[in-house]
């Protein structure tokens, strides 16, 4: 195999972004641990769920390093391979949409009903999340609640949907989920606030002003306590 050849593949690993899967994919894992799952009836679902979540978690993270070229580019970010010139753009466009289609075919084909139209939602979102002309990303405040959706709580409702249909008490915790995806969100927006002011990335960070970012911070994190609280 050619340096090049490894060099390419070495650039759609980094666009996958497969390290910074394990907090999303324990949050699917949650779910379906509470609606009964990993036990041995359920070895071959679980081995079904891990693909289907790959293969949306690989869309979710390699579409928004395409669509985060320019940005990348002005700011001098390193770590997005498309930007540094490692892969193409069309090269990492299609292998994302292409996990999205096998993703979304085979929660069709393994689960079907409720987890499939979930999927589809999570597919949907995070499609919305980073490409233009919706993009969700600069358009605050739907960046920080889709974020809290297709990076939250629809990943834990959609690991418990492929066991049972969540009830009430499930609801809630997607609900503390949804808050906790958004204050993790509100934190990587203080942290690169400067970088995105710089770049004209408009966050909801930098469209109510860092301070009352660092309030709203603040007040969500008590607010996901009180529904631990609750549940």
């Keep these: 195999m050619s340096v090049e050849v490894l060099t390419r593949v070495k650039g759609h690993y980094q666009n996958l972004r497969i390290i910074d899967w394990r907090a999303y994919v324990a949050m699917v894992l949650f779910g379906y641990l509470l609606a009964g799952g990993l036990g041995i009836f359920y070895h071959q679902t679980t081995l079904y769920l891990m693909i289907t979540t790959s293969c949306y978690l690989a869309f979710a993270f390699s579409v928004n390093n395409c669509f985060d070229l320019k940005e990348d580019i002005k700011s001098g970010k390193t770590n997005n391979p498309i930007a540094v010139g490692l892969i193409s753009f069309e090269e990492a466009l299609i292998i994302s949409l ?107 960070a930098c469209w109510i002003g860092i301070d009352k970012t660092r309030k709203l911070f603040r007040v969500l994190v008590y607010l996901h306590f009180f529904i631990l609280v609750a549940l």
Excluded: C
């Design 98 to 204: 292409g996990t999205a289609i096998l993703g979304g075919v085979l929660s069709y084909i393994w689960f079907g009903g409720v987890p499939s139209l979930l999927f589809m939602l999570l597919l949907l979102l995070a499609f919305a999340y980073s490409v233009p002309p919706l993009r969700f990303k600069s358009r605050p405040p739907f960046d920080t609640l889709s974020h809290g959706l297709f990076f939250g709580a629809l990943l834990f409702l959609f690991g418990f949907a492929v066991i049972s249909e969540p009830s009430p008490t499930i609801l809630l915790i997607a609900l503390s989920i949804f808050v906790y995806s958004i204050t993790i969100e509100l934190k990587n927006h203080i942290k690169d606030y400067y970088s995105d002011l710089s770049a004209g990335t408009i966050t909801t």
